[in-house]
Nanobody, 121 residues
Framework: QLQASGGGLVQAGGSLRLSCAASGRTFSWYAMGWFRQTLGKEREFVAG????????YYAESVKGRFTISRDNAENTVFLHMNSLKPEDTAVYYCAARLFVHQISPDEYEYWGQGTLVTVSS
């Protein structure tokens, strides 16, 4: 089970940190991803992290602004979002899949409930 938190309203240029807490004892077996979705659009990949924190992946639209990290001891993955833009406004979801990172949301087995990020201009 995944529980996402940390969303909110922020002005353009601001920062937010999303957290996703996982239950269970095998968190370190799972590649983790953050995705986002707006009304009428498909869910899109934002960032991913492999089993160890050395492997990270980003969508071009967030590269250099967002950072994904994980704490396997705390069963938590984070998304640090800086220099936020109005186009980053979306519901953000964390997701987990066994072992190997993938970009497609269809490849993920477990999903959190989503947390809303709103960036005002």
């Amino acid at each position: 089970q995944l529980q996402a938190s940390g969303g909110g309203l922020v002005q353009a240029g601001g920062s937010l940190r999303l957290s996703c807490a996982a239950s269970g004892r095998t968190f370190s077996w799972y590649a983790m991803g953050w995705f986002r979705q707006t009304l009428g659009k498909e869910r899109e990949f934002v960032a991913g992290i492999g089993l160890n924190a050395g492997s990270t992946y980003y969508a071009e639209s967030v590269k250099g602004r967002f950072t994904i990290s994980r704490d396997n001891a705390e069963n938590t993955v984070f998304l640090h979002m800086n220099s936020l833009k109005p186009e980053d406004t979306a519901v953000y979801y964390c997701a987990a899949r066994l072992f190997v990172h993938q970009i497609s949301p269809d490849e993920y087995e477990y999903w959190g409930q989503g947390t809303l990020v709103t960036v005002s201009s």
